[in-house]
DNA sequence: CTCCGAAATTGATCTGTGTCAAAGAGAGGA
DNA sequence: TCCTCTCTTTGACACAGATCAATTTCGGAG
């Protein structure tokens, strides 16, 4: 199986994984005729848990959050979804979680049903998506981990230290100095996401900040002096793991 | 997208839903060219975490189950493989995850590299590997509410009812008296899978079974009178959820 | 049937995280 | 500038589940 290789969606600011990899050309005017955009504001419900899911498409800037919520209003946040991260599921008509904007964000889109045509008739997308798919598995898998097992300390650290690579990845500019990194979530929402309350996030955030393990600026920035030191809070193999 | 049409594989003592759905003859018996069979013993390990991947497959009959070990020891499931589960990723040359025999198993494979080729030729293997892999996704997410938000009791009684569940789709004998399941888990590989101590697990099926939510015959297997009232016991939504 | 080792149960106690409550800090608007 | 609302921090206490430690039960071999 070849490398995967990005190509630029025309118009895209950025790259759309899920649709352009190794795309042809006429491929991609393809997809390009069944593309629109659409904006949320923080806060906003993108789909309800159980409607009716008429389109797939992935995010362009801003971030989104999955979560499902127990009839008691117990909530867990089960993905993140940074920019070129893909939503929906080509194959099934309505949405199993709700899709929420936790800041202001775009999405590009394809209605289901052009897209679901144009998978039957290209390959590579349905190959594309499922290696995706199978990326996130495994990074859900990961999270299972974190979930069933880690301490309240090893969770933060170990959301610090995914924002951190994930905000890395994207922008590329790897800084020589001493890394931060914006935490694009409250602590209610970082709380949901590991599975616990958010005076325990707080916390947590308090006891690593107290042992210089991490450094705040203003409460949504965190600057990481050694990252190392944040690694080994998590847990984590030093070497492996951590998919996401 | 049409309906799953499962065709029977020759030989397979069942359905092979990885590879068989929808297809055509000729696929199949390209299928059947680099078929083999491998058998495990109960406690034997499929694959390490980290080793090279020769080969996909799907379970025949036993149960297997795929864990996630920390460097001290605890030790988190992360998925439970039955008969007609998919295991392995096209496309990635080693494993993320160990793979263990929980009980006896059969496993039937595929060498990796031809399956990857039959499957650039053949666009319904992945659009139904991509389906199957979509709903693990969905399974490991409904999984993450559980660990991150589920009380124990609540956990041990999701596992019973995902355990009757899948045992009654499978041998489709759903007997019109009480229900009774095996558990295929020792204590402690349900309290790996469900995030607790095997004390815990312990303790709490014994209090499921003084409230009468189930009684047992045996240590593995459980008796429901009741299968709402064990439902009400899971904390889910009484209609859909619990996908696996 | 009896014996043996592994698996399971049960008890006593400890501890990490949740819960409830109050006070402090930041950001945006008047 | 100050005010207000939301987010965050911190404290005191409670409790679910972990830990440590015996027993007890089960299931297979002889």
Same mark, same amino acid.
């Given at each position: 199986m070849q490398d995967s290789v990005h190509v630029q969606c025309s118009e895209c600011p950025i790259r759309h994984r899920a649709v352009c990899a190794?795309?042809? /050309?006429?491929?991609?005017?393809?997809?390009?005729?069944?593309?629109?955009y659409r904006s949320f504001q923080a806060g906003q419900t993108v789909v309800w848990s159980g409607d009716r899911m008429e389109f797939v498409g992935s995010v362009v800037t801003g971030i989104a959050a999955l979560t499902q919520t127990m009839e008691d209003g117990r909530r867990q946040?089960?993905?993140?979804?940074?920019?070129?991260?893909?939503?929906?599921?080509?194959?099934?008509?309505?949405?199993?979680?709700?899709? /929420?904007? $936790? $800041?202001?964000?775009?999405?590009?889109? %394809?209605?289901?049903?052009? %897209?679901e045509d144009l998978m039957t008739t290209t390959p590579n997308i349905a190959q594309r998506l499922l290696e995706m798919t199978l990326d996130e598995l495994d990074a859900a898998r990961e999270w299972m981990l974190l979930l069933g097992r880690k301490t309240a300390r090893e969770k933060i650290a170990s959301l610090i230290s995914i924002i951190a690579r994930r905000e890395a990845s994207q922008h590329l500019r790897r800084v020589t100095g001493m890394l931060s990194v914006d935490l694009p979530l409250t602590r209610e929402e970082m709380a949901d996401y590991l599975g616990l309350t958010l005076e325990t996030v707080s916390r947590q955030i308090s006891a690593l900040k107290k042992d210089g393990v991490i450094s705040l600026e203003g409460n949504r920035r965190v600057s990481i002096p050694n990252l190392d030191r944040l690694l080994e809070e998590t847990g984590d193999d030093s070497d492996g793991g951590m998919l996401v």
């Open positions: 190794r795309c042809e /050309t006429d491929e991609l005017s393809r997809l390009e005729q069944i593309k629109y946040m089960v993905g993140l979804l940074l920019p070129s991260d893909f939503v929906g599921r080509p194959g099934r008509a309505t949405a199993a979680f709700d899709v /929420t904007a $936790t $800041t202001d964000l775009v999405m590009c889109c %394809f209605r289901k049903k052009p %897209f």
